[in-house]
């Protein structure tokens, strides 16, 4: 499985971004898909996963509001809007194989894939 993130950039606070992830591959060992970001000397944390298992989300504490997370098929997508210098990290996709438990979203460990990321800057 290969994650590919597109749609980042430098945006004025304020303003909006929808971020792509392309998922190619054995796509089917894939299971819950989301987004992960990393600032600047901070933990990657968890911005929102969408959840296969009862067409579910699962939003991170500092992303409630203003994101939205969707998923087409081998696609996923992340809405920002209103958007404000302390969002600004790499923003990364990452997915899940199937499981017999629930995973523990927040952590890192729980995911299989991974993509390379895709930089949002968020000018004041």
């Known amino acids: 499985v290969q994650l590919q993130a597109f749609g980042g950039g430098l945006v004025q606070a304020g303003g909006s971004l929808r971020l792509s992830c392309a998922a190619s591959g054995s796509t089917f060992h894939i299971n819950n898909i989301g987004w992960y970001r990393q600032a600047a000397d901070n933990q990657r944390e968890l911005v929102a996963m969408?959840?296969?298992?009862?067409?579910n989300v699962k939003y991170g504490d500092s992303a409630k509001g203003r994101f939205t997370i969707s998923r087409d098929q081998n696609m996923v997508f992340l809405q920002i809007s209103d958007l404000k210098p302390e969002d600004t990290a790499v923003y990364y996709c990452?997915?899940?194989?199937?499981?017999?438990?629930?995973?523990?979203?927040?952590?890192?460990?729980?995911?299989?894939?991974w993509g390379r990321g895709t930089q949002v800057t968020v000018s004041s």
């Open positions: 990452a997915a899940d194989r199937p499981r017999n438990r629930s995973p523990s979203w927040s952590r890192e460990s729980e995911y299989d894939y």
């Open positions: 969408d959840i296969t298992t009862g067409n």
